[in-house]
């Protein structure tokens, strides 16, 4: 009988050799696929949108101030209405959502137990599992009375409800990636800092959020784009209603809600108002898209790195 050992070890390889190449074909595949995604949705903005500038010029569609591509005698298809009104939206909720959420994440990182922050930061990231419709019944049937009582000619649909509530949605993302970036921050800078005699309130604003400032500044971009591109919220509580203005109790009406708008309504498909569907996603498109670049630079342009 032999007694040679049996050399396993290359059939070994082949099997880990085979799993590895499956396993990257499938990585591979799902990268793809997340990649064509993105393109397809491009081509098709870009190619109905081509249509649409074909008809109405660039200098009008940027600089217009008047939207109203239903109207029978003399439609006008002035984009800044529209803009005006998601970036009230944007910049409410961000006045909202930045500090609440960054006095949140202080508190989450620095001076809540291990106890409490594993109550609490769940219980508020629930708040990011919400429906968003839910959020614009909230505003409707809570948010607008109480901005009504305070000043009575506040209509049942207005700019500060959808900035209100948008900011209330945002704050998960302020919150939870911020407390991420201060979490990270060294304990070593934080001992250097009591050992100068600094204050807890002094290490939590001088030393661990100067550290982690390009992850909050991420957050910020983040949840500014999220802000941006929110459509059912504001659909309900800000209105349909494209102006200029600069009154918050005012009704609006923002990029994404004349989206909603056309597209559930009886604009024919071919013609020039669904056309300006894909104008208007595509500036959307765009305006999201510099946002996430925005916060990848600000990410890798301070970025703090620890040993």
Known sequence: MSTEPIDLSR????????????????????????????????????????????TVSLTEFFTGTDWSPRAADNPSFGVLPLVWGTMMITVGSALIAIPIGTLTAIYLSEYAS????????PTLEILAGIPTIVYGFFALSFITPILQQIY?????????????????????????????????????LRNAAYGLGATKFEVSTQVVLPASLSGILAAYVLA?????????????????????????????QTMTAYMVEIGTGDASVGSIGYQSLFAIGLTLFAMTFLMNVLSMWIRSRYREEYE
């Not at 291990?114 to 930061?121: E, I, P, Q, Y």
């Not at 802000?227 to 509580?237: D, K, N």
Request: net charge neutral.
């Open 11 to 54: 059939n070994g390889n082949d099997v880990g050799t085979i799993g590895d190449r499956l396993a990257r074909y499938i990585f591979f595949g799902c990268a793809a696929v997340t990649v064509a995604t993105t393109l397809a949705i491009v081509l098709v903005l870009v190619n109905g949108a081509t249509d649409f500038f074909s």
């Open 114 to 121: 291990s106890r409490v922050r594993r109550v609490v930061k």
């Open 152 to 188: 009575p000619g506040t209509g049942t649909f207005n700019a500060a409800a959808g900035a209100i509530v948008v900011g209330v949605m945002i704050i998960p993302m302020v919150s939870s990636i911020s407390e991420d970036a201060m979490s990270s921050v060294p304990d070593s």
């Open 224 to 252: 500014i784009s999220r802000a941006i591109g929110e459509t059912m919220a504001v659909t309900l509580a800000a209105g349909a209603l494209a102006q200029v203005t600069m009154n918050p109790f005012a009704e609006i």
